[in-house]
């Protein structure tokens, strides 16, 4: 029987809730109404000619610009590349970086905890452009180990990607530390940072951070997926990585997709309003869901750090004994969305290499499970979960020929 049969067998959950935030999320219906009129009322020109559909479809290019810039206090519009992506963004910064920096080569530093849109551009830029790459270890809970850090800088480091946030297990990585340690040994290194899963929910100052370029995802933030930015410090080379048609956009040949750029700029827009907040109803809400799993599912692990070094919405733990796969079908089938080990390698069924980085055992990796909170979500929502997380692994434990005999029993 297919998940689908089984899922539509099991018919409707009583109650629906989405925490596969990490992955995709849903767009409020404000970015749907904010966008809508850029496809055939307003601005549905043109950004680069001048006439009126063109000419605000400009502004709206523009105006997310400015805010997208504001929100990180960088230096404005001239500061943000609109990209297609998180993905494209993270590509513009390392190829794009490698593309304009051919000559000079070095290293490029990442740590074994990147995304993956920042392992493969490191790698082509290695294969294509001879770079030489190297990955920095985490700890247990996914820090770089500044003293560490420090061992792989030295002159010939030329470009450094470190996430702010790890997407996987919440991991917030002191970056304005590394940024200062990179720096006064090299001051040539240029700096970048993947801060989809920060954005949004942490202040981020590009100034007080040090960073020289910054990724951000739209749909991290309740925006449409298919759009990101880059911020790119004032006096740092890159070159464009995708060639073709003149836009208004150097770094994006071909027309802006106005529309959805109407929709992240009215998603950061909302992500910003009542940040503090948000910010703090989303910690209370992982607080409750992480201390309520820990305290009533025996014999789990939470993967990543505790406390204030833990992103807000990340709630990420192992069930032993149990398959990530089987638990996503099992919490679907109540309704409940999650996803397990990671995104890009669940479908493989490849344990994640942020888990295994961590050192976690193959074993442990599969059985883990991400849950992301967001502003939208409310306490039942939390409860609803909790009372029907526990049944759901009791269930699976039963089937599972791993689960030790102390488990099996009712
Ligand atoms: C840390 C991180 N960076 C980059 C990306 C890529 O962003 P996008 O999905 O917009 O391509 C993701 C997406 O999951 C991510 O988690």
Request: glycine share 8%; proline share 5%; with cysteine.
């Amino acid at each position: 029987m297919s998940v689908k049969d089984l899922l539509k067998e099991h018919g409707e959950p009583p109650r629906e809730v989405y925490f596969d935030l990490e992955n995709s999320g849903y767009v409020p219906d404000e970015v749907i109404e904010a966008m809508l009129p850029y496809f055939n009322k307003i601005g549905y020109g043109h950004p680069s000619i001048t006439h009126k559909p063109g000419w605000e479809a400009f502004e709206v290019v523009k105006e997310t610009k400015d805010l997208v810039a504001k929100t990180i206090n960088a230096r404005g519009s001239e500061e943000i590349i609109i990209t297609h992506s998180g993905t494209e963004a993270n590509n513009l910064a390392i190829l794009g970086y490698a593309l304009a920096n051919r000559s000079r080569k070095g290293k490029i530093l990442v740590s074994a905890i990147e995304h993956l849109s920042v392992f493969f551009p490191a790698e082509k830029a290695k294969d294509l452009f001879g770079f030489k790459v190297q990955q920095i270890p985490v700890d247990e809970k996914g820090f770089v180990d500044p003293e560490i850090f420090s061992t792989y800088i030295d002159k010939d480091v030329s470009l450094i990607s470190i996430q702010m946030v790890n997407h996987e297990i919440g991991t917030i990585q002191n970056i304005k530390e590394l940024v200062r340690i990179a720096k006064e040994i090299n001051p040539s290194v240029v700096f970048h940072t993947d801060a989809a899963d920060a954005y949004g929910r942490m202040r981020i100052d590009v100034n007080d951070l040090g960073v020289d370029m910054l990724t951000i995802s739209s749909h991290k933030i309740h925006g449409p997926r298919g759009v990101g930015a880059l911020y790119v410090r004032s006096g740092v080379k890159i070159e464009p990585i995708l060639v073709g048609q003149l836009s208004s956009e150097k770094y994006w040949p071909g027309v802006e997709n106005v529309p959805l750029i109407a929709g992240f700029r009215k998603a950061v827009e909302l992500a910003f309003k009542d940040f503090d907040k948000n910010v703090e109803k989303m910690r209370k809400l992982r607080d409750r869901l992480m201390d309520g799993i820990v305290n009533s599912v025996p014999e789990v692990l939470i993967n990543g750090p505790v406390g204030d070094k833990r992103v807000v919405d990340n709630v990420n733990v192992s069930f032993l004994y149990v398959e990530g796969e089987a638990i996503t079908v099992e919490f679907s089938l109540q309704g409940i969305y999650v996803s397990s080990g990671s995104a890009c390698t669940s479908r493989v069924l490849e344990p994640s290499h942020v888990l295994l980085a961590i050192g976690r055992k193959h074993e442990e990796a599969h059985g883990s499970i991400l849950f992301k909170v967001c502003r939208y979500h409310n306490e039942e929502d939390i409860d609803y979960a909790l009372e029907n997380i526990p049944v759901a692994i009791k269930r699976l434990r039963k089937l599972s020929p791993l689960t030790p005999p102390h488990l099996k029993g009712d």
